[in-house]
């Protein structure tokens, strides 16, 4: 070690090289947006179309769901309470590392509880922007893409969110956007024209 230069190695970057520095390489600022509601509330198909609108723009952003982590560096974690915030914990860590390397990172996981996100706050700081992906339950079962809600009322998932486990509102989004009153087209603008100031360098 005695090698190395000092501040050669810092905790801000790899390398010596800060995340400012990446930033303006980049020309953004970093931040996490954490999309966060029901299964069915459109968090995924806001946070594809999301990115697709900042890289159209010339903004580099990475969209993160709960199928990518759980195939992944959360195949080891089921859906009790423990694994949930595990797997929110993990999430976090990784969008750390895209904050350091100057990425807008696109996170849409349920996050059902206030525990969990304030867990989110305490690793991301404010840097986190959170917006909850609002729907009525009964319209995200109708919606039900992927069949989950008709498994878990047949008892085929277990403490599944909204079904046998609560989802609690979140306290203090700095977003809400209304899926059921608005189309994606509308909810993608508010979202953008939301992101826009906070990812634009001074």
Not at 75 to 99: C, G, M, P, T, Y
Not at 115 to 144: K, Q, S, T, Y
Not at 167 to 190: A, I, K, M, Y
Request: one cysteine or more.
């Amino acid at each position: 070690m005695n090698d190395i230069p000092a501040g050669f190695l810092s905790r801000e970057g790899d390398n010596g090289h800060s995340r400012k520095a990446k930033e303006r390489m980049l020309g953004q600022r970093a931040r996490v947006i954490w999309l966060g509601g029901l299964s069915g509330a459109g968090k995924t198909t806001l946070g594809l179309a999301l990115e697709q609108r900042l890289l159209e723009l010339g903004f580099l952003a990475q969209l993160i769901d709960g199928d990518i982590v759980r195939h992944g560096i959360n195949s080891n974690l089921q859906f009790s309470l423990d694994d949930r915030i595990e797997n929110i914990r993990r999430v976090s860590e990784v969008s750390s590392l895209f904050l350091k390397s100057g990425v807008i990172t696109i996170n849409c996981f349920i996050t059902p509880t206030n525990a969990m996100r304030r867990l989110a706050r305490e690793i991301l700081g404010e840097d986190l922007l959170e917006v909850f992906i609002h729907a009525p339950l009964e319209v995200c079962e109708n919606r039900d893409p992927k069949g989950l809600y008709r498994k878990a009322r047949r008892g085929e998932i277990a403490d599944f969110t909204g079904v046998g486990s609560p989802f609690e509102v979140p306290e203090h989004p700095d977003l809400t956007v209304h899926t059921h009153e608005q189309g994606v087209d509308e909810c993608l603008r508010q979202l953008v024209d939301f992101i826009l100031p906070r990812i634009r360098l001074e």
